[in-house]
Protein backbone atom coordinates (compact mmCIF):
# COMPACT_ATOMS: atom_id res chain seq x y z
CA UNK A 1 0.00 0.00 0.00
CA UNK A 2 1.63 3.59 -0.87
CA UNK A 3 0.35 7.11 -0.08
CA UNK A 4 -2.12 7.16 -3.22
CA UNK A 5 -4.17 4.50 -1.90
CA UNK A 6 -5.05 5.47 1.51
CA UNK A 7 -8.90 5.10 1.69
CA UNK A 8 -11.48 7.10 2.28
CA UNK A 9 -9.31 8.95 0.43
CA UNK A 10 -11.28 12.51 0.99
CA UNK A 11 -9.96 12.36 4.79
CA UNK A 12 -6.31 11.47 4.00
CA UNK A 13 -6.05 13.88 1.61
CA UNK A 14 -7.12 16.52 4.25
CA UNK A 15 -4.72 14.90 6.71
CA UNK A 16 -1.78 15.17 4.36
CA UNK A 17 -2.70 19.27 4.24
CA UNK A 18 -2.95 19.35 8.12
CA UNK A 19 0.60 17.78 8.40
CA UNK A 20 1.71 20.32 6.17
CA UNK A 21 0.86 23.20 8.30
CA UNK A 22 3.11 23.84 11.78
CA UNK A 23 1.06 23.43 14.94
CA UNK A 24 3.07 22.71 18.00
CA UNK A 25 0.88 23.45 21.26
CA UNK A 26 0.78 27.00 22.06
CA UNK A 27 1.89 27.94 18.65
CA UNK A 28 -1.35 27.05 16.49
CA UNK A 29 -1.73 30.45 14.62
CA UNK A 30 -0.98 28.66 11.54
CA UNK A 31 -3.50 26.01 11.81
CA UNK A 32 -5.76 29.08 12.74
CA UNK A 33 -5.38 30.41 9.71
CA UNK A 34 -5.66 27.66 7.57
CA UNK A 35 -8.95 26.40 9.40
CA UNK A 36 -10.18 30.22 8.53
CA UNK A 37 -9.53 30.41 4.88
CA UNK A 38 -10.73 26.53 4.71
CA UNK A 39 -14.12 27.75 6.03
CA UNK A 40 -14.61 31.14 4.06
CA UNK A 41 -13.58 29.29 0.59
CA UNK A 42 -16.15 26.61 1.29
CA UNK A 43 -18.36 29.84 2.06
CA UNK A 44 -19.55 28.53 5.64
CA UNK A 45 -19.89 30.43 8.43
CA UNK A 46 -16.59 30.56 10.05
CA UNK A 47 -15.83 32.52 13.67
CA UNK A 48 -12.67 32.61 15.68
CA UNK A 49 -13.07 33.12 19.50
CA UNK A 50 -10.84 34.93 21.57
CA UNK A 51 -9.07 32.23 22.52
CA UNK A 52 -8.28 30.78 19.27
CA UNK A 53 -11.10 28.07 18.98
CA UNK A 54 -12.35 27.68 15.41
CA UNK A 55 -15.56 26.80 14.44
CA UNK A 56 -17.57 26.08 11.23
CA UNK A 57 -21.09 26.00 10.48
CA UNK A 58 -22.16 23.79 7.85
CA UNK A 59 -26.16 23.89 7.05
CA UNK A 60 -27.86 20.81 7.21
CA UNK A 61 -28.69 19.10 3.63
CA UNK A 62 -31.85 18.57 1.95
CA UNK A 63 -34.44 16.96 3.74
CA UNK A 64 -32.47 16.75 7.48
CA UNK A 65 -33.44 20.80 8.28
CA UNK A 66 -35.08 19.80 11.08
CA UNK A 67 -32.55 17.03 13.08
CA UNK A 68 -30.70 18.37 16.31
CA UNK A 69 -27.41 20.03 15.60
CA UNK A 70 -24.80 17.69 15.72
CA UNK A 71 -20.93 19.01 16.93
CA UNK A 72 -18.13 17.50 15.78
CA UNK A 73 -14.93 18.57 17.44
CA UNK A 74 -11.61 17.68 18.13
CA UNK A 75 -7.60 19.79 18.69
CA UNK A 76 -5.80 21.40 16.23
CA UNK A 77 -2.20 20.92 18.22
CA UNK A 78 -0.24 18.35 18.25
CA UNK A 79 2.67 16.89 20.60
CA UNK A 80 5.83 17.66 19.02
CA UNK A 81 8.36 14.70 19.73
CA UNK A 82 11.31 13.19 17.95
CA UNK A 83 13.90 10.78 17.82
CA UNK A 84 17.02 12.56 18.97
CA UNK A 85 18.93 12.57 15.84
CA UNK A 86 16.05 13.30 13.66
CA UNK A 87 16.28 17.58 12.53
CA UNK A 88 13.12 18.96 12.27
CA UNK A 89 11.92 22.52 13.17
CA UNK A 90 8.35 21.92 14.13
CA UNK A 91 7.59 25.79 14.08
CA UNK A 92 8.01 25.51 10.48
CA UNK A 93 8.87 22.27 8.71
CA UNK A 94 6.46 19.93 7.95
CA UNK A 95 5.65 16.35 9.16
CA UNK A 96 6.93 13.68 7.12
CA UNK A 97 5.20 10.42 6.67
CA UNK A 98 5.08 6.82 5.16
CA UNK A 99 3.43 4.28 5.36
CA UNK A 100 4.50 0.24 6.46
CA UNK A 101 2.19 -2.53 5.98
CA UNK A 102 -1.29 -1.09 7.71
CA UNK A 103 0.00 1.92 9.58
CA UNK A 104 0.65 4.99 8.30
CA UNK A 105 3.93 6.54 10.51
CA UNK A 106 6.01 9.58 10.64
CA UNK A 107 9.66 10.39 9.57
CA UNK A 108 11.67 10.20 13.30
CA UNK A 109 8.65 12.05 14.81
CA UNK A 110 5.66 12.05 16.48
CA UNK A 111 2.84 11.51 13.57
CA UNK A 112 0.40 14.35 14.31
CA UNK A 113 -2.83 11.82 14.13
CA UNK A 114 -3.47 13.35 17.77
CA UNK A 115 -5.56 14.79 16.74
CA UNK A 116 -4.66 15.75 12.75
CA UNK A 117 -7.01 12.79 11.77
CA UNK A 118 -10.20 14.11 13.57
CA UNK A 119 -9.63 17.53 11.90
CA UNK A 120 -9.16 16.04 8.37
CA UNK A 121 -12.06 14.20 9.08
CA UNK A 122 -14.43 17.46 10.00
CA UNK A 123 -12.71 18.92 7.56
CA UNK A 124 -14.16 15.84 5.09
CA UNK A 125 -17.33 16.68 5.93
CA UNK A 126 -17.22 19.88 5.54
CA UNK A 127 -15.66 19.78 2.34
CA UNK A 128 -18.60 17.03 0.75
CA UNK A 129 -22.03 18.06 -0.56
CA UNK A 130 -23.43 14.82 -1.07
CA UNK A 131 -23.78 13.66 2.67
CA UNK A 132 -26.41 13.57 4.24
CA UNK A 133 -26.67 15.40 7.93
CA UNK A 134 -28.66 17.91 10.34
CA UNK A 135 -26.70 20.89 10.54
CA UNK A 136 -23.44 20.70 11.78
CA UNK A 137 -21.05 22.60 13.76
CA UNK A 138 -17.09 21.74 13.39
CA UNK A 139 -15.48 22.58 16.00
CA UNK A 140 -11.07 22.82 16.38
CA UNK A 141 -9.83 24.00 20.10
CA UNK A 142 -6.74 24.77 20.44
CA UNK A 143 -3.80 23.53 23.10
CA UNK A 144 -5.47 20.68 24.16
CA UNK A 145 -2.02 18.80 24.50
CA UNK A 146 -0.48 21.22 27.35
CA UNK A 147 -3.23 22.62 29.53
CA UNK A 148 -6.43 22.37 27.74
CA UNK A 149 -6.17 26.11 26.52
CA UNK A 150 -8.73 26.16 23.94
CA UNK A 151 -11.75 24.46 26.35
CA UNK A 152 -10.91 26.50 29.26
CA UNK A 153 -11.03 29.75 27.35
CA UNK A 154 -14.67 28.48 25.25
CA UNK A 155 -17.37 30.96 26.41
CA UNK A 156 -20.20 29.54 26.80
CA UNK A 157 -22.44 29.94 23.89
CA UNK A 158 -19.65 29.34 21.10
CA UNK A 159 -21.39 25.86 20.59
CA UNK A 160 -24.93 25.75 20.30
CA UNK A 161 -25.33 21.73 19.61
CA UNK A 162 -26.80 19.25 21.38
CA UNK A 163 -25.03 16.12 20.74
CA UNK A 164 -21.21 16.25 20.14
CA UNK A 165 -18.81 13.80 18.99
CA UNK A 166 -15.23 14.52 20.39
CA UNK A 167 -13.02 12.71 17.80
CA UNK A 168 -10.10 12.12 19.66
CA UNK A 169 -9.83 8.68 20.78
CA UNK A 170 -7.34 5.75 20.12
CA UNK A 171 -9.26 2.80 19.64
CA UNK A 172 -11.67 1.88 17.05
CA UNK A 173 -14.50 -0.44 18.01
CA UNK A 174 -14.45 1.80 21.78
CA UNK A 175 -16.39 4.52 22.37
CA UNK A 176 -15.72 6.63 25.40
CA UNK A 177 -18.22 8.28 27.53
CA UNK A 178 -16.07 9.30 30.92
CA UNK A 179 -12.72 10.79 31.03
CA UNK A 180 -10.57 11.58 34.02
CA UNK A 181 -9.63 14.72 35.61
CA UNK A 182 -6.03 16.14 35.80
CA UNK A 183 -3.21 18.64 37.14
CA UNK A 184 0.15 19.52 36.48
CA UNK A 185 2.42 20.20 39.58
CA UNK A 186 5.71 22.06 38.67
CA UNK A 187 8.63 22.03 41.62
CA UNK A 188 11.67 24.35 41.16
CA UNK A 189 15.43 24.15 42.60
CA UNK A 190 17.16 27.39 42.67
CA UNK A 191 20.76 27.69 43.92
CA UNK A 192 23.97 29.12 41.76
CA UNK A 193 26.30 26.80 40.37
CA UNK A 194 29.74 25.87 42.00
CA UNK A 195 33.29 24.31 40.99
CA UNK A 196 33.17 20.57 42.02
CA UNK A 197 36.00 19.56 44.75
CA UNK A 198 39.25 18.72 44.07
CA UNK A 199 39.68 15.01 42.48
CA UNK A 200 36.49 14.59 41.61
CA UNK A 201 35.70 12.82 38.14
CA UNK A 202 32.70 13.55 36.05
CA UNK A 203 30.81 11.13 33.98
CA UNK A 204 27.75 11.51 31.66
CA UNK A 205 24.82 8.84 32.15
CA UNK A 206 22.35 9.05 29.36
CA UNK A 207 19.47 6.76 28.75
CA UNK A 208 17.75 5.77 25.56
CA UNK A 209 15.30 2.99 24.26
CA UNK A 210 12.00 3.49 26.45
CA UNK A 211 8.72 3.08 24.69
CA UNK A 212 7.35 6.33 26.27
CA UNK A 213 3.78 6.98 25.69
CA UNK A 214 0.59 8.26 26.81
CA UNK A 215 1.12 9.35 30.18
CA UNK A 216 -2.93 8.76 30.69
CA UNK A 217 -3.89 6.04 28.41
CA UNK A 218 -0.22 4.42 28.83
CA UNK A 219 0.48 4.28 32.54
CA UNK A 220 -0.96 0.81 33.49
CA UNK A 221 0.72 -1.03 30.97
CA UNK A 222 4.27 -1.41 32.83
CA UNK A 223 6.37 1.38 30.33
CA UNK A 224 9.68 2.45 32.14
CA UNK A 225 9.60 6.31 33.25
CA UNK A 226 13.02 7.38 32.14
CA UNK A 227 13.10 10.18 35.01
CA UNK A 228 12.40 7.29 37.71
CA UNK A 229 15.42 5.22 36.10
CA UNK A 230 18.41 7.62 35.89
CA UNK A 231 17.24 8.65 39.24
CA UNK A 232 17.11 5.13 40.60
CA UNK A 233 20.80 4.73 39.58
CA UNK A 234 21.86 8.33 41.09
CA UNK A 235 20.34 8.13 44.31
CA UNK A 236 22.05 4.02 44.71
CA UNK A 237 25.18 5.99 43.79
CA UNK A 238 24.74 9.21 46.26
CA UNK A 239 23.81 6.53 49.12
CA UNK A 240 27.56 5.32 48.79
CA UNK A 241 29.61 7.92 47.66
CA UNK A 242 29.30 12.13 47.26
CA UNK A 243 27.78 12.52 43.87
CA UNK A 244 27.57 15.85 43.17
CA UNK A 245 24.79 17.03 39.91
CA UNK A 246 25.68 18.64 37.11
CA UNK A 247 22.45 18.63 35.36
CA UNK A 248 19.73 16.44 35.14
CA UNK A 249 17.54 16.04 31.58
CA UNK A 250 14.99 14.15 30.33
CA UNK A 251 11.69 14.39 29.68
CA UNK A 252 10.15 16.70 27.14
CA UNK A 253 5.45 16.86 27.39
CA UNK A 254 3.94 17.37 30.18
CA UNK A 255 2.17 14.20 29.39
CA UNK A 256 3.95 11.85 28.16
CA UNK A 257 6.18 8.74 30.01
CA UNK A 258 9.65 9.86 29.10
CA UNK A 259 11.91 7.81 27.04
CA UNK A 260 15.35 8.81 27.18
CA UNK A 261 17.50 11.56 29.32
CA UNK A 262 21.23 12.47 30.70
CA UNK A 263 22.44 13.19 33.71
CA UNK A 264 26.10 14.81 34.54
CA UNK A 265 27.73 14.14 37.37
CA UNK A 266 30.97 13.94 39.76
CA UNK A 267 32.09 11.77 42.04
CA UNK A 268 35.30 11.19 43.79
CA UNK A 269 37.79 9.76 41.26
CA UNK A 270 39.11 6.88 43.64
CA UNK A 271 34.85 5.90 42.91
CA UNK A 272 34.91 5.81 39.23
CA UNK A 273 35.13 2.11 38.31
CA UNK A 274 32.61 1.22 41.12
CA UNK A 275 30.43 3.35 39.38
CA UNK A 276 31.22 1.66 36.18
CA UNK A 277 30.84 -2.27 37.58
CA UNK A 278 27.40 -1.28 39.77
CA UNK A 279 25.92 0.65 36.20
CA UNK A 280 26.63 -2.69 34.21
CA UNK A 281 24.70 -4.71 37.49
CA UNK A 282 21.96 -2.16 37.27
CA UNK A 283 21.34 -1.97 33.72
CA UNK A 284 21.39 -5.83 33.71
CA UNK A 285 18.91 -5.97 36.59
CA UNK A 286 16.51 -3.30 34.87
CA UNK A 287 16.86 -5.45 31.66
CA UNK A 288 15.23 -8.38 33.78
CA UNK A 289 12.59 -6.01 35.08
CA UNK A 290 10.96 -4.93 31.74
CA UNK A 291 12.27 -7.85 29.80
CA UNK A 292 8.77 -7.75 28.85
CA UNK A 293 7.43 -4.26 28.11
CA UNK A 294 11.11 -2.30 27.07
CA UNK A 295 13.25 -4.58 24.84
CA UNK A 296 15.94 -1.78 23.82
CA UNK A 297 17.05 -0.17 26.76
CA UNK A 298 20.51 0.96 26.52
CA UNK A 299 22.36 2.83 29.16
CA UNK A 300 25.83 4.06 28.54
CA UNK A 301 28.09 5.75 30.86
CA UNK A 302 30.97 7.81 29.91
CA UNK A 303 33.78 9.82 30.97
CA UNK A 304 33.41 14.42 30.29
CA UNK A 305 34.50 17.58 30.78
CA UNK A 306 34.63 18.99 34.10
CA UNK A 307 31.55 21.51 34.77
CA UNK A 308 29.81 23.85 37.64
CA UNK A 309 28.04 22.02 39.85
CA UNK A 310 24.94 22.54 42.22
CA UNK A 311 25.99 23.24 46.17
CA UNK A 312 25.59 19.71 47.88
CA UNK A 313 22.12 20.34 49.40
CA UNK A 314 20.87 21.48 46.33
CA UNK A 315 21.94 18.07 44.46
CA UNK A 316 21.06 15.65 47.34
CA UNK A 317 17.89 17.15 47.86
CA UNK A 318 16.79 17.00 44.40
CA UNK A 319 18.18 13.41 44.23
CA UNK A 320 16.12 12.50 47.14
CA UNK A 321 12.52 13.63 46.13
CA UNK A 322 13.04 12.54 42.51
CA UNK A 323 13.75 8.93 44.19
CA UNK A 324 10.67 9.46 46.58
CA UNK A 325 7.40 10.80 44.14
CA UNK A 326 6.20 7.47 43.06
CA UNK A 327 4.94 7.25 39.55
CA UNK A 328 2.30 5.26 37.85
CA UNK A 329 -1.06 4.12 39.19
CA UNK A 330 -2.21 4.95 42.39
CA UNK A 331 -5.49 3.45 42.80
CA UNK A 332 -8.09 1.80 40.33
CA UNK A 333 -11.73 2.28 39.95
CA UNK A 334 -14.03 1.10 42.36
CA UNK A 335 -17.30 0.40 40.59
CA UNK A 336 -17.09 -3.03 39.05
CA UNK A 337 -17.95 -1.94 35.88
CA UNK A 338 -14.63 -0.13 35.66
CA UNK A 339 -12.25 -2.33 37.57
CA UNK A 340 -10.13 -2.90 35.05
CA UNK A 341 -9.10 1.17 34.65
CA UNK A 342 -6.74 3.09 36.95
CA UNK A 343 -8.86 5.52 38.91
CA UNK A 344 -6.08 7.56 40.18
CA UNK A 345 -2.13 7.93 38.93
CA UNK A 346 0.89 10.27 38.64
CA UNK A 347 3.78 10.68 36.17
CA UNK A 348 6.62 12.32 36.50
CA UNK A 349 7.22 14.17 32.65
CA UNK A 350 10.25 16.15 32.96
CA UNK A 351 13.00 17.05 34.49
CA UNK A 352 15.47 20.07 33.01
CA UNK A 353 18.50 21.84 34.16
CA UNK A 354 19.49 25.40 33.35
CA UNK A 355 22.21 27.38 34.56
CA UNK A 356 20.60 28.41 37.74
CA UNK A 357 17.69 26.19 38.58
CA UNK A 358 16.04 22.82 37.55
CA UNK A 359 12.36 22.31 37.32
CA UNK A 360 10.56 19.48 37.02
CA UNK A 361 6.83 18.81 35.97
CA UNK A 362 4.21 16.24 36.95
CA UNK A 363 1.04 15.66 35.76
CA UNK A 364 -1.99 13.98 38.12
CA UNK A 365 -4.96 12.36 37.25
CA UNK A 366 -7.93 10.84 38.68
CA UNK A 367 -11.64 10.02 37.82
CA UNK A 368 -12.64 11.11 41.49
CA UNK A 369 -11.92 14.68 42.01
CA UNK A 370 -10.95 13.92 45.69
CA UNK A 371 -8.59 11.75 45.03
CA UNK A 372 -7.21 14.28 42.15
CA UNK A 373 -6.70 16.57 45.23
CA UNK A 374 -4.80 13.94 47.16
CA UNK A 375 -2.83 12.98 44.78
CA UNK A 376 -1.41 16.08 43.47
CA UNK A 377 -0.92 17.27 47.10
CA UNK A 378 1.18 14.38 47.86
CA UNK A 379 3.73 15.06 45.06
CA UNK A 380 3.65 18.75 46.31
CA UNK A 381 4.53 17.69 49.66
CA UNK A 382 7.36 15.93 48.87
CA UNK A 383 9.08 18.47 46.81
CA UNK A 384 7.69 20.82 49.14
CA UNK A 385 10.12 18.99 51.99
CA UNK A 386 13.25 18.73 49.36
CA UNK A 387 12.96 22.78 49.46
CA UNK A 388 11.34 23.67 46.19
CA UNK A 389 9.08 25.86 45.34
CA UNK A 390 5.88 24.34 44.27
CA UNK A 391 2.98 25.55 42.25
CA UNK A 392 0.28 23.72 40.61
CA UNK A 393 -1.38 24.65 37.44
CA UNK A 394 -5.26 24.78 36.65
CA UNK A 395 -6.91 21.31 36.74
CA UNK A 396 -9.51 20.47 34.42
CA UNK A 397 -12.75 18.03 35.63
CA UNK A 398 -13.46 14.90 35.07
CA UNK A 399 -16.53 13.79 32.66
CA UNK A 400 -19.05 11.49 34.57
CA UNK A 401 -20.95 8.98 32.42
CA UNK A 402 -24.54 10.01 31.70
CA UNK A 403 -26.77 7.07 32.11
CA UNK A 404 -29.43 8.26 29.38
CA UNK A 405 -27.35 9.20 26.73
CA UNK A 406 -29.07 9.20 23.50
CA UNK A 407 -26.23 9.86 21.60
CA UNK A 408 -24.67 6.82 23.31
CA UNK A 409 -27.41 4.87 21.81
CA UNK A 410 -27.39 5.72 18.37
CA UNK A 411 -23.64 5.52 18.18
CA UNK A 412 -23.63 2.02 19.39
CA UNK A 413 -27.00 1.03 17.37
CA UNK A 414 -25.74 2.19 14.27
CA UNK A 415 -22.21 0.26 14.78
CA UNK A 416 -24.06 -2.72 15.40
CA UNK A 417 -26.06 -2.16 12.15
CA UNK A 418 -22.44 -1.42 9.87
CA UNK A 419 -20.24 -4.17 11.31
CA UNK A 420 -22.29 -6.87 12.96
CA UNK A 421 -20.67 -6.42 16.50
CA UNK A 422 -21.21 -5.00 19.77
CA UNK A 423 -18.45 -2.45 20.72
CA UNK A 424 -17.07 -1.18 23.63
CA UNK A 425 -18.90 1.48 25.81
CA UNK A 426 -16.00 2.89 28.84
CA UNK A 427 -14.64 5.39 30.34
CA UNK A 428 -10.79 6.64 29.76
CA UNK A 429 -7.98 7.67 32.47
CA UNK A 430 -6.66 10.03 29.80
CA UNK A 431 -8.46 13.82 30.16
CA UNK A 432 -10.34 14.79 27.13
CA UNK A 433 -12.11 17.73 26.23
CA UNK A 434 -15.62 16.22 26.92
CA UNK A 435 -15.25 17.35 30.76
CA UNK A 436 -14.74 21.27 30.56
CA UNK A 437 -17.35 20.96 28.00
CA UNK A 438 -19.64 19.19 30.45
CA UNK A 439 -18.76 22.12 33.14
CA UNK A 440 -19.94 25.03 30.37
CA UNK A 441 -22.61 23.37 28.38
CA UNK A 442 -24.21 20.87 30.89
CA UNK A 443 -26.98 20.19 28.91
CA UNK A 444 -24.75 18.45 25.83
CA UNK A 445 -24.67 14.49 25.14
CA UNK A 446 -21.53 13.37 24.55
CA UNK A 447 -19.50 10.35 22.88
CA UNK A 448 -15.38 10.29 22.03
CA UNK A 449 -14.53 8.09 19.43
CA UNK A 450 -12.03 7.85 16.79
CA UNK A 451 -9.57 5.75 14.85
CA UNK A 452 -6.95 3.20 16.29
CA UNK A 453 -3.42 5.34 17.14
CA UNK A 454 -0.98 3.33 19.05
CA UNK A 455 2.76 5.29 20.42
CA UNK A 456 0.68 8.84 20.57
CA UNK A 457 2.93 11.33 22.17
CA UNK A 458 5.77 9.90 20.54
CA UNK A 459 8.11 9.33 17.79
CA UNK A 460 6.68 5.99 17.82
CA UNK A 461 3.07 7.04 17.09
CA UNK A 462 1.12 5.50 14.34
CA UNK A 463 -2.49 5.05 12.54
CA UNK A 464 -3.84 2.15 11.91
CA UNK A 465 -5.07 2.89 8.58
CA UNK A 466 -7.85 0.56 7.47
CA UNK A 467 -9.50 1.92 11.07
CA UNK A 468 -9.83 5.29 9.28
CA UNK A 469 -12.64 4.21 6.57
CA UNK A 470 -14.30 2.39 9.50
CA UNK A 471 -14.94 5.55 11.61
CA UNK A 472 -15.58 7.50 8.93
CA UNK A 473 -18.52 5.05 7.53
CA UNK A 474 -19.54 5.18 10.89
CA UNK A 475 -19.46 8.67 11.89
CA UNK A 476 -21.55 9.42 8.56
CA UNK A 477 -24.24 6.70 9.50
CA UNK A 478 -24.56 8.98 12.75
CA UNK A 479 -24.85 12.17 11.06
CA UNK A 480 -27.55 10.50 9.19
CA UNK A 481 -29.39 9.15 12.39
CA UNK A 482 -29.22 12.43 14.88
CA UNK A 483 -32.57 12.56 15.79
CA UNK A 484 -35.21 15.48 15.50
CA UNK A 485 -35.31 18.65 17.75
Not at 145 to 156: C, D, Q, R, Y
Not at 159 to 170: A, F, I, K, Q
Not at 306 to 318: C, D, F, G, I
Amino acid sequence: MNKNDLKPQCVFEQFAKVNKIPRPSKHEEKMIEFLKDFGNELKLETVIDKTGNVIIRKPASKGYENRKTLILQSHMDMVCDKLVDKEIDFTTDPIETYVEGEWLKADGTTLGADDGIGCAMQMAVLADNTLEHGPIECVFTRDEETGLTGAHGMEAGFMTGDLLVNLDSEDEGQFFISCAGGVTTNATFKFTKENAPEGYFFMRLSLKGLHGGHSGDDINKKFANGIKLLTRFIYMTSEKYDLRLASFNSGRMHNAIPRDGVVVFAVPSEAKEDVRIALNVFAKEVEDEFHVTESDIQFNLESTDAEPVMPQSTSRNLILALQAVDNGPYAMCQDEALAWMVETSSNIASVTTSDNEVKIVASQRSNVMSNLTNMGNTVKAAFQLAGAEVTQGDRYPAWKMNPNSQLTEIVVETYKKLFGKEPKVIGIHAGLECGLFSEKYPHLDMVSMGPTLRGVHSPDERLLIPTVQMVWDHLLEIMKNIPVK
